[in-house]
């Protein structure tokens, strides 16, 4: 009898099918990472999907029926779908789903434009953990709203369609690039030189400012703006990059955005196709990259109040469904990168490690956090061996996470915001390689696998 303990590769394990299976699953991920760049669009697009699947909005208070498939809509930047099911949820709870739809990008500056030596532009501030230095020399589209003086709001998407125009932030040659070069890598690039070019051609003979003069002609033709609306705007600077696949054999996708869509796609699939009788509650998150803040981030009391309005409707105590809940905490881990061993735990042949592996399934981290576990929700032994039997008993090939060596760094999750209302919460998510680059790169094994680990929980 062999006792010890080894990894499986899901593209190993699977037969013909389960593999036409997961080729056919990436396709539909990669439509949505085409279609929802930005938290707004992704909950737009969510919202398309649940209601071709029979689910109706929710209004904050009505009363929720049992069978009743719902969407609450949470300023156009969070979503929450609930499905009611016919299961006691003071004895079983609510199974709670929460990944994130924001990612790290360039927001505009609130009076972002100016013009230097011909060249019109805009300033940015960033938004979550990035290297600054990867977002210069790429095609960049630009994703938001505007509200006009009027109340009315403008829809801008720029440079997603192959006959748009894209955007760009310059980079200093090398051949200037010596006093650059000498520096720490954490010093050489300034966020204030993120400034992204929008045009260069003058209108009329001014001296000053002409440039930027013609690009407002433009967008006030188009959208009806002028330079005093971009303060009532958030328009973010993403890659104008599409999803694709990456490798000979197609095994992995390459795009912006997988932290977290990558997890977010699965919840959606699992929770629209699963028959259960439990009540699911699923959540795309706002402002995880932010830290959770904000009302349509994870640390908003929003989502008791939601548990609470199923629990009164269905004439049960809160405190008892919160008690019985169980929730994934659906974000990404880092993936073992073979180009960088040194940042992760120390492996050989003989060992495998805690790293977790593209390929090899969906990744549990039992706790996150960083220098001795800080800030992490640590799910207890019994949660995970009761996920452990489910995800035996439904076939789902998954690994264990860790973000990388104990003393490098770490991160956190929304985990901690869901365990503090008495929940059952441990971080399941899918590994990727290159996390927080404009272009990040995963494996349609672990997607694929995701889905069918929180097809299994709900069930
Ligand atoms: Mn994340
Ligand atoms: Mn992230």
Redesign the pocket.
């Known amino acids: 009898m062999d006792l010890t303990y080894k990894r499986k590769n899901v593209f190993q394990e699977a037969d013909k099918k389960e593999m036409k299976a997961i080729m056919d699953y990436a396709e539909g991920y990669k439509k949505f990472l085409d279609n929802g760049k930005t938290e707004r669009e992704a909950v737009y697009e969510t919202i398309e999907l649940a209601k071709k699947n029979g689910y109706k909005e929710y209004t904050l208070g009505s009363k929720i029926k049992k069978g009743d498939k719902l969407f609450y809509n949470n300023r156009g930047k969070s979503l929450f779908l609930i499905k009611a099911g016919s299961a006691d949820i003071a004895e079983n709870g609510i199974r709670i789903m929460v990944a ?1 739809v924001d990612s790290p990008r360039l927001d505009l500056k609130q009076v972002p434009m100016f013009e230097k030596a011909g060249i019109a532009y805009l300033k940015t501030h960033y938004y979550g953990g990035i290297k600054k230095y990867q977002w210069l020399t790429i095609p960049v589209a630009l994703h938001g709203v505007v509200i006009l003086k009027d109340g009315s709001k403008v829809t801008i998407k720029v440079g997603e369609d192959e006959k748009d125009p894209v955007f760009y932030i310059s980079d200093l040659l090398p051949h200037l690039s010596q006093d650059i070069s000498e520096k720490k890598v954490s010093q050489a690039f300034e966020a204030e030189n993120l400034n992204i070019v929008i045009g260069g051609i003058p209108s009329g003979n001014d001296e000053k400012n002409a440039v930027k003069k013609g690009v407002l002609e433009i967008l006030n033709k188009k959208y009806g703006i002028s330079e005093e609306d971009f303060l009532s705007a958030e328009i973010e600077a993403v890659p104008a990059y599409k999803a694709k696949d990456v490798g000979f054999d197609r095994s992995f996708i390459a795009s912006y955005g997988h ?2 869509r990558v ?1 977010a796609y699965p919840e959606i699939t699992a929770t629209l196709e699963t028959e259960t009788d439990q009540t699911v509650l699923t959540v795309l998150a706002d402002k ?2 932010i830290g959770s803040e904000g009302n349509s981030g994870m640390q908003c009391i929003l989502i008791q109040d939601i548990i609470d309005m199923i629990a009164s409707s269905y004439g049960v105590s809160p405190a008892l469904v919160r008690a019985s809940s169980k929730c994934l905490s659906a ?2 881990t880092a993936a073992f990168d073979p180009n960088y061993p040194a940042a992760f735990e120390p492996q050989d042949g003989s060992y495998d490690g805690n790293m977790s592996r593209a390929g090899q399934g969906v990744a549990m981290n039992k706790f996150t956090g960083s220098r001795g576990k800080s800030g992490s929700n640590d799910a207890s032994a019994e949660f995970v061996g009761y996920l452990r039997k489910i995800f035996a008993e439904e076939n789902v090939i998954w690994q264990t996470g860790e973000l990388g060596k104990v003393d490098l760094g770490g991160g956190g ?1 929304v985990a901690k915001y869901l365990a503090r209302y008495n929940i059952d919460t441990v971080d399941l ?1 899918v590994p990727v390689l290159s996390m927080h680059a404009p272009y990040e790169l995963i494996s349609k094994a672990d997607v694929y696998s995701a889905h069918k680990a929180f097809s299994a929980f709900i069930k």
């Open positions: 994130h932290d977290d997890c995880e990259e974000d990404v999750t998510g």
